[in-house]
């Protein structure tokens, strides 16, 4: 009789069990999506670039989908178009968090906008990782932390590895030309390289500022053609170095090296102008970035969808890596902590290294800056190739001059 009950009780058991394994399967397929929230600049004088950062993102969020999800739930991204303005921005984001009531943020593009989001992201305790941010002092929160690494001084260290490079010409500046939006960012690092020239001994010939969103440059070209500089450091963001080179090229002035702040990619490797156009990166398609985490996979998917997207730089760059790199650093967060809880996410992340697309970064620093792993890149035949420092120039690429 015993052995029947037991017999009885073990059958009873395990109908119980069948019967919960349905149940089970239907309470986890019926989670609710993980929703993360941001804005883009998809219009406006920004959109050049952000369309890239949309793509970026399109694509991590498929790829985290395809492999069931973080902790077990779908990802959704809900994202805005804040039109290149930072107080739009500010709005949106007070909406993401207040109204469509999203789990976590991701950051937006470029630095005034950023730099709303983080005002709101504060009042609310929520992490904000950013990608673009250029001006690390005013970065005081404790849980935004950066894609962009740009190091905690970078108008000190970031000009001073772009003159490093060009002490190597053949016949290195003697006189230099700073031209420059009032971007923050742009101004910031224009400022700085101001002062890194000085300490230098270079002759600055010529200063010059433009409000963001100028979209008249002859006369600021006339006055470089005028001051006749070995340098033309370009503080632009955006299309505004291709509109400049343009009005240079009506008046049959070509500079001997000109350096770009944050160009759009894609218009100007376009641009016969273009050419030999210096810029800052931290990642490129060559040896050692493709080695590093993620890169392979992610460049050949870049490179399919961006061309049927028809953008018109379908290369992984540095504003593609930055993206790709704040969505790993959430992504590494989440899953180091087994929680989607941003004060847990934060503390994490300030404690430990995060492996990215260009990679191993740490938020130990001022302001949760780490490393400065900035590189200097120049177009050449239609394409970026990083050529300083040699450790991480393309193979055979050095510098061009005219």
Do not use: C
Not at 45 to 55: D, G, V
Not at 133 to 144: C, E, K, N, R, V
Not at 199 to 222: C, M, S, T, Y
Not at 264 to 293: C, K, Q
């Amino acid at each position: 009789m015993k052995f029947v009950r037991r017999s009885l009780m073990l059958a009873t058991a395990a109908v119980a069990v069948l019967a919960a394994i349905p149940a089970l399967a239907q309470t986890g397929a019926s989670q609710p999506p993980l929703r993360i929230g941001s804005t883009l600049a998809l219009t406006g004088p920004l959109s050049a670039t952000a369309m890239t950062h949309k793509l970026v993102g399109e694509i991590y969020v498929e790829q985290i989908n395809a492999k069931g999800g973080l902790l077990g739930r779908k990802v959704e991204w809900l994202l805005k178009d804040d039109q290149s303005k930072p107080e739009l921005a500010r709005t949106l984001y007070e909406q993401l968090i207040t109204s469509d009531k999203v789990d976590l943020l991701m950051g937006p593009y470029a630095t005034g906008a950023i730099l709303s989001a983080m005002g709101v992201a504060q009042r609310y305790g929520k992490v904000l990782v950013h990608h673009t941010f250029g001006i690390p002092a005013l970065s005081t929160y404790d849980y935004a932390f950066p894609a962009w690494s740009i190091g905690a001084e970078p108008g000190t260290t970031v000009p001073n590895t772009v003159f490093d490079l060009l002490a190597t010409a053949p016949k290195p500046p003697k006189t230099v030309a700073f031209v420059t939006s009032k971007f923050p960012s742009i101004h910031f690092l224009t400022l700085g390289a101001r002062e890194v020239a000085k300490k230098r001994g270079l002759q600055e010939v010529l200063f010059l500022e433009w409000d963001f969103g100028n979209r008249d440059f002859g006369p600021i070209a006339a006055r470089i053609k005028d001051a006749k500089p070995d340098l033309v450091w370009m503080g632009d963001i955006a299309l505004e170095g291709n509109m400049l080179l343009d009005a240079m090229k009506k008046i049959d002035y070509s500079p001997p090296l000109h350096f770009h702040t944050y160009p759009a990619p894609g218009p100007m490797t376009a641009s016969v102008e273009g050419n030999r156009a210096l810029s800052l990166t931290i990642f490129e398609e060559h040896a050692p970035f493709t080695t590093y985490l993620g890169a392979a996979e992610f460049i050949k998917i870049f490179k399919e969808r961006a061309t049927k997207a028809g953008l018109p730089y379908t290369t992984v760059e540095v504003q593609a890596a930055a993206s790709y790199s704040a969505w790993q650093i959430l992504e590494a967060g989440i899953r180091a902590t087994n929680s989607f809880d941003d004060k847990k996410i934060a503390i994490w992340l300030k404690k430990n290294k995060v492996d990215t697309i260009h990679g191993k970064l740490r938020f130990d620093g001022m302001n949760n800056y780490g490393d400065d792993l900035m590189r200097v890149k120049q177009v050449q035949g239609g394409k970026w190739n990083v050529i300083w420092p040699k450790a991480y120039a393309a193979p055979g690429a050095k510098l061009q001059v005219q």
